[in-house]
């Protein structure tokens, strides 16, 4: 299994609907990071998580929210999903120090039309 | 890093021969920065990494370069092989950040027969 689930891998969505990427891992680090990834470009982080109960806004959280529901498990939502939020999505993991870097999973491509 | 938002750089190398990519970064509180690759359709993935007390470190056909005078970061691929393909980030992490990792845009490699 991959350290880092993140589901669905793909998924297409209206405009105005709200949509859920769920993120899962099985490093047992507390901290985890949603990014977004558009085409041909670099990556932003959108949320992030120290633990259970800190959550903090990137430099993108406008229109998205989240939610760590256990160590193991952070959500990205997408309240009313609008077409310039069509893009790959990451999830990583990262230990405490952030040895060895962040454990990305494998993206989530959400297109909204 | 580099500013994120930027649309990549693209270095193109001759199979067998050696790449180099670069990263240019603007903090010089950065102490530790890290290598990721990123295959199509795939997260990024830990390459290797540098602390601040270093100005070298090496990996298997990879070896990173910290020149902390001109603050710049280099990658160097030895006999460079298909599977290379890929986009390559640097990331740097500002001293008493809480190692929140600071994203460069990206430097895409491409292989030629």
């Known amino acids: 299994d991959a350290d880092v689930t993140q589901t669905p891998r793909n998924r297409i969505t209206k405009t105005g609907k709200r949509i859920m990427l769920e993120c899962s891992q099985t490093?047992?680090?507390?901290?985890m990071y949603w990014y977004r990834q558009d085409p041909g470009l670099g990556l932003r982080l959108i949320y992030y998580s120290f633990d259970v109960k800190d959550i903090n806004k990137g430099e993108i959280s406008d229109g998205y929210s989240v939610s760590r529901q256990a160590q193991a498990k952070f959500s990205l939502s997408l309240e009313s999903a609008i077409p310039n939020q069509t893009a790959l999505y990451f999830c990583?993991?990262?230990?405490?120090?952030?040895?060895?870097?962040?454990?990305f999973g494998s993206g989530t491509r959400l297109t909204v039309v | 890093g580099e500013s994120v938002g930027l649309h990549l750089p693209t270095l193109s190398v001759q199979e067998g021969d050696n790449s180099i990519i670069n990263c240019a970064y603007s903090n010089s509180a950065s102490d530790y920065f890290i290598w990721y690759k990123q295959e199509s359709g795939k997260g990024p993935q830990f390459i290797i990494d540098?602390?601040?007390n270093m100005d070298k470190r090496q990996g298997q056909r990879v070896t990173v370069l910290l020149n902390k005078t001109v603050k710049h970061l280099s990658l160097q691929i030895a006999a460079t092989q298909p599977g290379d393909s890929a986009v390559y980030f640097c990331a740097e992490n500002i001293q008493d950040s809480n190692y929140q990792l600071i994203w460069g845009a990206g430097t895409k490699l491409i292989i030629k027969p």
């Open positions: 990583a993991t990262s230990d405490l120090q952030g040895r060895d870097g962040y454990t």
């Open positions: 540098i602390r601040s």
């Open positions: 490093k047992g680090h507390d901290r």
